[in-house]
Structures are given as structure tokens and as C-alpha cells.
């Protein structure tokens, strides 16, 4: 009983020490745009996005009762041109974590727990997205009956401009190394790729 004590406060104590060195390694890096595409890629290596679009699609089939259309979904799975989605992935995560949430994300993603967590979360979207787009309907429906209107009525001269929230952003946003230059980066960071 006292070895099997020894043992399991070894382990914990090995477990907490390898957490707290994890901790302290997260934000070691400088928060740039070259060390969060790095940081991207590697995310991106160790979690590849064609196992994470995979699990959705077959947890998307297992609703599906029509052989065919499951067929159907794994051949429109394999056309997809993942090196775009893992273009858009990257721009995303670059754009949106910094370099220690990102070193954060790789570190959880490692263990066994974040492993679980990454083969949990195709079933997750499967089941909460189709559920969340139809809540999301009737408002989008009424946005666009809304907009549209708006236009409608400004070709008639009704409205002398369109608000600024029915204006699209321009089409030719500047992409540099697949990373979208528009909101979320800083002019410093920009600069820097």
C-alpha cells in the first residue's frame, strides 16, 4: 500500500512538474506575425485539418439515411483543396491568436486530454452547427429582406447613401503569405510580414 502511495505521488509530482514547465515555456516567444505563422504551421502539422474535416463529415453521415448522399459527401470531401483550408486556417489563426495563446493551443493539443478533446470535436460541430443555423435563419433572412429593401430604396433616390453597416469591405484586400492584411493585425505587425 505505501509503494503503491510512492508511486502515485511520483506520478502527480512528475505531472505537475511537466505542467509547470509547459507554463513557463508558454510566451517565450515575441508576439510577431513571422512567429505566429511558425507557430500556425505547427498547430496546423500536429493537427491536421483533413483528419478534423473527416470526423465532421462522418459524423455529419451518420444523420444522413440515404446511402448515396453519404457517398456523395465523402466524394465532395475528397475534391475540398485542403491546401486552401489549411491556407484559410492558418490566415485565421494568425489573424486571431497571439503567439502564446497559440504556443497554449499546441501544448493542450499535445496531451492526452487535448488529443480526447480534437476527436470529440467533429461530433460536437456536427451536432451543435445544424442546430445553431437554424436558430440563425430567421435572422438572417430578415437581414437580408432588410438590405435589400435598403437597396431598393436608395435606387429610387429614397435614401441618399447607404449606412455604413449595409457597405461590403472591397473585394481586393491585400494577402500577403495566404495572411489577410485587414482587421486584427496591427500596421507594426503588418509591416513585419
Do not use: W
Not at 506520478?11 to 505566429?36: E, F, S
Not at 466524394?75 to 486552401?84: S, V
Request: hydrophobic share 40%.
Amino acid at each position: 500500500m505505501a509503494s503503491r502511495l510512492v508511486h502515485v505521488s511520483l506520478a502527480l509530482g512528475t505531472t505537475l512538474l511537466i505542467l509547470c514547465l509547459n507554463m513557463t515555456m508558454v510566451g517565450a516567444l515575441k508576439d510577431t506575425v513571422k512567429n505566429r505563422m511558425k507557430l500556425a504551421d505547427q498547430y496546423i502539422f500536429e493537427n491536421p485539418v483533413e483528419e478534423n474535416m473527416e470526423g465532421m463529415a462522418r459524423q455529419h453521415m451518420l444523420k444522413m439515411p440515404d446511402p448515396k448522399e453519404r457517398e456523395q459527401l465523402m466524394r465532395n470531401l475528397e475534391t475540398l483543396d485542403m491546401d486552401h483550408v489549411r491556407r484559410i486556417t492558418r490566415h485565421a489563426m494568425v489573424k486571431h491568436f497571439t503567439t502564446e495563446e497559440l504556443e497554449f493551443l499546441i501544448n493542450m493539443y499535445s496531451t492526452s486530454v487535448g488529443k480526447s478533446v480534437m476527436a470529440k470535436i467533429g461530433a460536437y460541430s456536427a451536432e451543435l452547427g445544424p442546430q445553431i443555423q437554424e436558430v440563425m435563419m430567421p435572422v438572417m433572412e430578415s437581414n437580408v429582406e432588410f438590405y435589400q429593401e435598403q437597396e431598393r430604396r436608395a435606387k429610387r433616390g429614397e435614401l441618399n447613401d447607404l449606412p455604413e453597416t449595409i457597405k461590403l469591405p472591397p473585394q481586393s484586400q491585400k494577402l500577403k503569405d495566404g495572411v489577410y492584411m485587414g482587421n486584427g493585425l496591427s500596421n507594426a505587425q503588418r509591416e513585419e510580414m
